[in-house]
């Protein structure tokens, strides 16, 4: 069994950080890519930033920037750096990965539960 636990949203000011974790554990063979998402009140999840399994990196336009999307292999744990926070980035913010267990070879899309952030004065 596989478990994506993210961690480190709150409640902050405009202008301020946040660094979100997700520490990806169970019977994890490969992690290929992955992937932080949000999901705003009334609107459609969206994908903030990505880890490519070559390695490379994509973000969202509206974050370019100021977030920073990194990961530690050896802790199977993603990181999101959130600088220069707005309020339109007040959302709840998944952890998604692609990969494989000891139990099915094939790939496999895994969710964690999702960390709140809220940007406000």
């Known amino acids: 069994q596989v478990q994506l636990v993210e961690s480190g949203g709150g409640l902050v000011q405009p202008g301020r950080s946040l660094r979100l974790s997700c520490a990806a554990s169970g019977s994890i063979v490969s992690i290929y890519r992955m992937t932080w998402y949000r999901q705003a009140p009334g609107k459609q999840r969206e994908l903030v930033a990505a880890?490519?399994?070559?390695?490379?990196?994509n973000y969202a336009d509206s974050v370019k920037g100021r977030f920073t999307i990194s990961r530690d292999n050896a802790k199977n744990t993603l990181y999101l750096q959130m600088n220069s926070l707005k309020a339109e980035d007040t959302a709840v913010y998944y952890c998604?990965?692609?990969?494989?267990?000891?139990?099915?070879?094939?790939?496999?899309?895994?969710w964690g539960q999702g960390t709140q952030v809220a940007v406000a004065s």
């Open positions: 998604n990965a692609d990969l494989t267990t000891l139990e099915h070879s094939g790939v496999g899309a895994y």
């Open positions: 880890f490519t399994s070559g390695g490379n990196t």
